[in-house]
């Protein structure tokens, strides 16, 4: 139904364009998370390259570009897949009872992509806070954190690493770039790898603690 | 084999009787060979209960009318055997689509709407001659529109979308699929910027969120993943092509 204010603010192109942004918005992230694990995978070659790698992003100003854009790319990520969400009562309700009833795999994934979703929200924004109230980032900074909060970074790394593998094999499916289960498969193994190096990352970091 | 009894519970509620809630009612029935739901629900109604409402009337998957959730999932009930169900079987009527009663849904106006929406039909500005040879098409061609025409609008694939269930003007997996076939038909003059206005929005092509429910459950197989993503594709590099018109005031 047409009505003078839907007439004049009318842009047909929007939802196109958010959804464009939701897509670059997401893949710019997926490749920070997984840029992000092999940084600070770089503790398994030992102390004096993390140390190292971490003064080379800071002498070069990566970092304080780097941090201030992905938190950028975060918030539009935000608000333009946070509008997927149902935000109503009801209809919350009848996604769960839809998704129970039919008990379909993908759709259960994307429940727990919104639930994985706002986990990382919260989670991310205090590990963002810890780190820059931390600053600079050396080995033995990072593993006093991560053995004062094990669990948070288990449940971090997993929540992580969940949403983005399946944020991105669902764009793959939306987009039709690739066969769903061939996809599907490969960004498994990879998620599988990533969250595996993450494991054996917050490992060496514990046992760093453990040798001081 | 020995036949199994098989016990039923179906959704009740009658339009006409508001005062009277839903509810679950069961009845049980012997197994026979071969029975499908569509035996097993006439049965019902034959022996134990003539006030029970649900739809047929190919019993051969062609007409699309008989659909329901089939213990959660939606499925034709003519084209779904007993034998490969528990022997506890929940019927609900699908939904989405306007409740006529107990099992039975109102899929036609909801088909209506959208083929009026899409405008599913050839638009062409040229004059048709009766006596005119009839022109040819490429097997190929004609082969992908037939394939996106074999949807019986049996409404499976709106019934298990999460997005078509809480989103009333969701075009739904069906509804796209039927863009496409005119997208493919060359005989159809509409421009992409045309088919942008009717499907370029979260209405059509960017309201789906690839949950795949529509594919995985639409009982003629269609290959709709690929037909969403075509004219998502489509509809972005139509908008992408397209300036912003400038307004009025
Ligand atoms: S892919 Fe998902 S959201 Fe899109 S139409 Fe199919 S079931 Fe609905
Ligand atoms: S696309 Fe498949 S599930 Fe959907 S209405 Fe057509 S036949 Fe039914
Ligand atoms: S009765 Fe026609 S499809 Fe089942």
């Known amino acids: ?212 | 084999m020995a036949e199994r009894l098989l016990t039923f519970s179906i959704f009740r509620y009658n339009p006409n009787t508001p005062e009277i809630k839903p509810y679950m009612q069961e009845y049980k029935l012997e197994e026979m060979p071969g029975m499908t739901l569509f035996v097993a629900l006439n049965k019902i109604r034959e022996e134990q209960d003539p006030s029970l409402m649900f739809d047929f009337v190919c019993r051969a998957a062609i007409c699309g009318s008989c659909a329901m959730l089939v213990n959660g999932k939606p499925r034709l009930a003519c084209k779904t055997l007993t034998k490969d169900l528990p022997s506890r079987i929940t019927l609900l009527p699908l939904p989405v689509f306007k409740l006529i009663g107990d099992l039975s849904v109102d899929t036609g106006t909801w088909f209506r709407h959208m083929s009026l929406k899409t405008e599913a039909w050839i638009h062409t500005t040229r004059e048709f001659d009766p006596r005119a040879r009839e022109e040819r098409m490429d097997n190929e061609t004609a082969l992908k529109i037939y394939e996106a025409e074999r949807c019986i609008e049996c409404g499976c694939c709106i019934a298990g979308c999460a997005t078509a269930n809480i989103r009333e003007d969701f075009l739904g997996a069906a509804g796209i699929n039927r863009v496409a076939r005119f997208m493919l038909d060359p005989r159809d003059e509409r421009s992409p910027q045309e088919y942008f206005e009717v499907v370029g929005t979260e209405e059509g092509a960017f309201g789906c969120v690839g949950l795949m429910a529509c594919e995985d459950n639409c009982p003629m197989g269609l290959p709709l993943q690929m037909q969403l993503a075509y004219v998502r594709r489509k509809m972005a590099a139509a908008g992408l092509a397209a300036r912003p018109q400038t307004r009025a005031c």
């Open chain 1, 1 to 212: 139904m047409n009505t003078q204010e839907k007439l004049l603010t009318r842009n047909p192109r929007a939802d196109m364009l958010v959804d464009l942004v939701e897509l670059a918005s997401g893949i710019l992230l997926v490749g920070f998370l997984w840029t992000h694990m092999l940084f600070v995978a770089a503790i398994l070659l030992g102390v004096t390259t993390f140390d190292r790698l971490s003064a080379f992003l800071d002498e070069y100003y990566l970092s304080y570009i780097g941090i201030p854009f992905i938190l950028l790319v975060a918030l539009v990520h935000i608000v333009v897949a946070g509008r997927r969400i149902p935000n109503k009562w009801k209809e919350q309700r009848i996604i769960l009872r839809h998704s129970k009833m039919l008990g379909h795999t993908d759709t259960w994934i994307w429940v727990f992509q919104t639930i994985t979703g706002m986990a990382i929200l919260v989670l991310a924004g205090i590990h963002v806070w810890m780190v820059l109230t931390g600053w600079p980032i050396r080995a033995v900074t990072s593993a006093g954190r991560i053995q004062s909060f094990l669990w948070f970074y288990i449940i971090l790394l997993l929540a992580g690493e969940y949403h983005a593998g399946f944020g991105l094999y669902r764009q793959f499916v939306k987009w039709g770039w690739i066969n769903r289960h061939t996809i599907g498969a490969v960004l498994k193994t990879i998620t599988v790898i990533i969250v595996a190096l993450g494991a054996v990352t917050l490992w060496a970091f514990m046992r760093l603690g453990g040798a001081q």
